[in-house]
């Protein structure tokens, strides 16, 4: 055959080829309209469930089960491993729900042979201040979620830190509501751009893990929009998150997954929540009354949501306007995220890229809390010997536990190979040593180890040093909360000891959450360094050696002791009102519920440092605060009303190296509209070369300004003056300026 003859076939038959599955294409849009991308995902979801039958809307209204919280559906043989799967309806293109649990990165890859980055703890990654930071944590949580095949994050924590001993702190954006809502807004805007479904949790109220099945928190409606609630609006007002979670505790009396003030009258009508709501993981009580009240879905099995409902909408006890709304919500959120169009597809983890993503996330986190006389950054160049000690610092760095956990590659380092498997609040060390990272800056210098555990040794050890590093850390998990905010076993007299014997002490803090510090007197440095992930190491090593310079600041009050909180003592509750972690027997108790015993927030508005500001109660470190290797200084302050303030500012780098400032912008409102001393209504991260200086322009949401009125149901500026106060943390403001706003 001619070669032009050939060519002629083969484009003829390419052109017959292309001509046929354009055909089949709209054949498939003609029979599956909802397919069409040209439509809104309002519209998609209102078509397709048109065509569902009442098992298949049933079907979607509820998981398959989880091994100690209730029973398991043959079904569930289809799920990839993760904490919930949700069958989807495969005759109309609605794919099955594969949910996983990913607060600082993906649970439970080990289990399933796969990897996982950490990233720095959530509270940690909240101490960057930076947007475009909290973006890409997102984002990478999303990709490696999609790598894995899951289409759906159980992540996204904005509780504030009213009880900073709950054992979930690390696992939030801390205690205030303006810097917590906008940081969750962007990790959950990032994660979603990855065509991952977003949750925001655990609404509302959950601010400790002591009888978090029974509490019943009580709170005056005013406080809660200012505090807590406010964090969730703003996180999903930014994030336009599909999903939101409800809480196991009861708010005002009534449980939060049948809560028809938060679910309804609040999250979809005020708030204009798009997307569904599903309860935490045995936190369902009931089916008509957490139907109506709002709750779309339940997990992780079907004991209300399954034949129980089915028989409610059958006997015309729950309508069926209403399960179509439940089920719409849900297919909606899937045409909203692009799970439909866009499904995930199972790959390999950029395992590299993720550790540099991990590191720059964590050198953007670690806040300098304490450099006296400059004894940091160190100098390779002078340095001959070093003692590190303490806290597994020879082979890894602490995670936080629960199902937040991810598990480590090679298993918990503090283990011996194959034995270091992950369980329910196990301490999980990551492989990231710091004594490996501080011998990486000083090949010729003498670094040596001491585990810490008796003091005298490592004081011995310390005194033979140039400098000494104690490594030092609080572990925390869900499921319980801290007895004290101070470091647990010897580790206070172990700091204490080593710096009488080394005057140039640095210590480095692994925690979640504040701890009290009665040696910060003591010694000559202290970082922060949460949770720090996966490259933790590294980045602590960059930051104590000058490589990079910190710049983060505290999102969360560092008190003087446990007795300067609203709360000295956490109100538990009687053995009669828990149940054990992985009960198998819990799933059968939840319809009745369990004794509810009372947590009253009498402190109200006054959360973080709006507490010890109103009380006049001294601080060990306030929140905003951190220090940097150079200095900055304020100046111009200028305040312009209007339709939204405008604040500005000038920004100066007085020191000798670049760095960035986190300059905050706080308002004092007017006596009548009796509130905190002040709050939050700003920032900007500046970036700045030695001796540069910037304008700074931030205009302020006048929803920041405004106090919410009960009776209007509505937020309400204050006529009177209002004073903008501009500076580097909430205890260190040197520009003033009032404005008279009405």
């Known amino acids: 055959m001619p070669s032009q003859v050939f060519a002629r076939r083969t484009g003829f038959f390419y052109i017959a080829f292309l001509l046929s599955s354009l055909t089949t294409i709209r054949a498939q849009k003609q029979n599956f309209p909802w397919m069409s991308p040209r439509l809104s995902p309002d519209e998609r979801a209102s078509l397709v469930v048109k065509e569902m039958t009442l098992d298949e809307k049933i079907s979607l209204l509820h998981g398959t089960g989880m091994s100690g919280l209730g029973p398991v559906s043959p079904l569930a043989a289809k799920s990839n491993g993760g904490a919930g799967y949700v069958v989807g309806v495969p005759r109309l293109r609605i794919p099955a729900l594969q949910m996983s649990d990913a607060a600082y990165g993906v649970r439970m890859s080990g289990q399933n042979g796969r990897y996982s980055t950490a990233l720095p703890s959530c509270l940690g990654g909240a101490a960057n201040w930076d947007l475009e930071a909290a973006y890409e944590y997102g984002a990478l949580i999303g990709r490696e979620l999609r790598a894995q095949g899951y289409n759906m994050s159980l992540g996204g924590g904005v509780n504030l830190a009213r009880e900073p001993r709950n054992g979930r702190t690390f696992e939030y954006m801390g205690e205030d509501p303006v810097l917590a809502g906008t940081m969750v807004g962007q990790v959950i805007k990032g994660l979603q751009a990855q065509h991952v479904i977003g949750d925001i949790k655990h609404y509302a109220l959950n601010d400790q893990e002591s009888g978090r099945n029974s509490v019943n928190v009580n709170i005056d409606q005013r406080s809660m929009r200012e505090t807590d609630l406010l964090a969730f609006e703003i996180g999903i007002r930014e994030s336009d998150a599909a999903s939101v979670m409800c809480s196991y505790n009861r708010v005002n009396g009534d449980y939060a997954c049948e809560n028809k003030y938060l679910l309804t009258d609040l999250l979809k009508h005020d708030w204009n929540f798009k997307g569904f709501v599903l309860s935490d993981w045995g936190g369902t009580h009931s089916a008509a009354k957490a139907s109506v009240a709002g709750l779309d879905h339940e997990e992780p099995a079907e004991i209300f949501y399954g034949d129980a409902y089915k028989n409610a909408v059958e006997s015309g006890t729950i309508p069926v306007a209403e399960l179509d709304e439940h089920v719409r919500r849900i297919v909606r959120a899937m045409f909203a995220t692009d799970v439909i169009d866009d499904p995930p597809q199972k ?69 011996p190979p194959g034995k270091g498997q992950t369980h329910w609040q196990d301490q999980i060390w990551f492989p990231t040593s710091p004594l490996k990272a501080i011998k990486a800056k000083l090949p010729r210098a003498q670094v040596q180890y001491d585990a810490g555990t008796d003091p005298s040794a490592a004081a011995a050890l310390a005194k033979t040093a140039d400098v000494a590093i104690v490594f030092a850390y609080q572990w925390e998990s869900e499921g319980m909360d801290l007895d004290s905010l101070a470091l647990s076993g010897n580790q206070e007299d172990l700091i204490a000891t080593v710096a009488s014997a080394n005057a140039h002490t640095i210590v480095v803090l692994e925690t979640g959450s504040p701890v009290t510090m009665p040696w910060a007197d003591e010694v000559s440095g202290i970082l922060e360094a949460w949770y720090a992930g996966s490259s933790g190491a590294e980045a602590v090593a960059n930051l104590l050696f000058g490589d990079v310079n910190p710049s983060a600041k505290l999102p969360i009050t560092f008190p003087k002791s446990d007795a300067d909180l609203p709360h000295p ?16 027997e819990a799933w059968k108790k939840i319809a009745d519920g369990l004794p509810a015993f009372q947590v009253h927030y009498d402190e109200g508005l006054k959360v973080g440092y709006k507490w010890y500001d109103a009380e006049k109660k001294p601080v060990q470190f306030p929140f905003g605060y951190g220090l940097s290797y150079t200095t900055y200084a304020y100046s ?41 001393p002040k709050r939050l209504v700003g920032w900007s991260k500046v970036k700045l070369n030695a001796g540069e200086s910037k304008e700074v322009s931030i205009e302020l949401e006048p929803k920041y300004l405004s106090v919410f009125n009960v009776e209007h149901n509505a937020w309400e500026l204050v006529p009177g003056d209002y004073v903008l106060l501009v500076g580097g943390s909430s205890d260190d403001l040197p520009l003033k300026e009032s404005v008279h706003l009405k």
């Open 347 to 415: 790959g390999v983890v950029d395992v590299v890229g993720g550790l540099a993503t991990a590191r720059k996330i964590a050198e953007q986190s670690i806040v300098l809390l304490k450099n006296e006389h400059g004894v940091l950054p160190l100098d390779a160049a002078k340095i001959r010997s070093i003692a590190v000690i303490g806290a597994h610092s020879d082979v890894g760095m602490i995670s936080g536990g629960g199902s937040a956990q991810v598990d480590p590659p090679g298993g918990n380092a503090i283990m």
């Open 636 to 676: 111009g302050l200028k305040v312009a009303p209007g339709a939204k303030v405008r604040v500005t500012f000038t920004v100066a780098n007085t020191g000798r190296r670049a760095g960035a400032e986190v300059a905050e912008v706080y308002a004092a409102l007017p006596t009548s509209a009796a509130e905190p």
């Open 569 to 584: 003592t956490i109100v538990k509750p009687p053995a009669k009102s828990t149940t054990q972690a992985g009960d198998p």
